[in-house]
Each structure stands twice: as C-alpha cells, then as structure tokens.
T-cell receptor
C-alpha cells in the first residue's frame, strides 16, 4: 500500500461549484498534512497545511482532517477556471527522515 | 531572485552520458531534497540531506548520486543516463514556519 493515496481524476466541476479532493494515508502516527497545487510544467506550491483534527479554512480553501479514518480532504469553494491544476497531498514519512511523501495527485478541471 | 535555483532548466542528453543537475538555495535551510516527477506517478524522493555530512537515499536512489558541496548547494548526478530517467526533476529545501517545503523551478531531463 502506497503511503499516500489520491484519486487521479480528472475531477471536473463547473465554475462556482465546490470541488472536493480526497487523500488517505497509511501511517497512523502522521501528525502533519499538506496540500500543494501544481500547474502543468511548474513547481508545486503550498496552499494548505493542517495538523489537528477538524477543519482549517483559508479563503476559498478548507482542509479537513480525520486522523481516526486517516483521511484528509481539500475543499475549494466558488471554483474558478484558474483553480484548474493538479492537487498533491503530502505527508511526512517516518522512513525517510520525515521528508514529504506525495500522493500521485488529483487533476482538477473547472469548466466555465 | 529565486530562493531555490535549479540549473539547467532543460537538458537533452544521450544514453550513457554523465549528467549533473545543480541546485542552490538562499533560504539558509539545512534540509535539501531531490524529487523526480513522472506523469501519473506524482513526486518520488531520490535523495535527501540534513546537512553537508548527512546524506540519505530516498525511495528511488538507484542510478543516481548526490553531492552536498555546502549548506546552500546540493547536486544530483546521473552517472550513466538511461531513457527511463527522462523526467522532471525538482530540488527542494525545507524549514521555517510550519516546516514548509520550497521547490525550485525544476529541470526537464530527456535521455535519448
């Protein structure tokens, strides 16, 4: 089982809708979780980090963490075409000096 | 100027050639990483370094070597390049608030 799993998509949502991106992880002891956005051919950029169970909101983005279910999600409200990108979930790996292990990413397409 | 600089941005080479990808940072972080990204496979860790004398293999280190010449410089070498090493390579540093990962702009390597 890969340490961080995401659906590859593509996930298509209409402009203005809520996009919901999901991620599961295998290490029950993980303490920190990150969401990165990556446009095609560009480097990933951090959009959210979350450390505690529950929700964390930052503008149109909400990260949700459920450690019991080993599940972290990212909600994007009022989706815009500029949100079209690949979203990467990342979790520090205990077997790699806590270097970030990335999921394969979910491709999001927001249609006008 | 970029905080994490990778050179070259693009490189085309032939099978069997030795290639070096360079990375330098101005963020003052001790931790540096090399990742490889292939379509549909996400980011995979090649090597990571906690300081000049502490270098560790990641998930996919076979066929690669690294050198940490100084706190600010971390180079990745392919001793004898092969076509399946064609990929987008990212250098990253980690530190600061919330231990964020900062990426360089990437090097697109093609091995013919």
């Amino acid at each position: 089982q890969k340490e961080v799993e995401q659906n590859s998509g593509p996930l298509s949502v209409p402009e203005g809708a809520i996009a919901s991106l999901n991620c599961t992880y295998s290490d029950r002891g993980s303490q920190s979780f990150f969401w990165y956005r990556q446009y095609s051919g560009k480097s990933p950029e951090l959009i959210m980090s979350i450390y505690s169970n529950g929700d964390k909101e930052d503008g149109r983005f909400t990260a949700q963490l459920n450690k019991a279910s080993q599940y972290v999600s990212l909600l994007i409200r009022d989706s815009q075409p500029s949100d079209s990108a690949t979203y990467l979930c990342a979790v520090p790996g205990r077997n790699s000096g806590y270097a970030l292990n990335f999921g394969k990413g979910t491709s999001l397409l927001v249609t006008p | 100027d970029a905080d994490v600089t990778q050179t070259p941005r693009n490189r085309i080479t032939k099978t069997g050639k030795r290639i070096m990808l360079e990375c330098s940072q101005t963020k003052g972080h001790d931790r540096m990483y090399w990742y490889r990204q292939d379509p549909g496979l996400g980011l995979r860790l090649i090597y990571y370094s906690f300081d000049v004398k502490d270098i560790n293999k990641g998930e996919i280190s076979d066929g690669y070597s690294v050198s940490r010449q100084a706190q600010a410089k971390f180079s990745l070498s392919l001793e004898s390049a092969i076509p399946n090493q064609t990929a987008l390579y990212f250098c990253a540093t980690r530190g600061g608030e919330n231990e964020k990962l900062f990426f360089g702009s990437g090097t697109q390597l093609s091995v013919l």
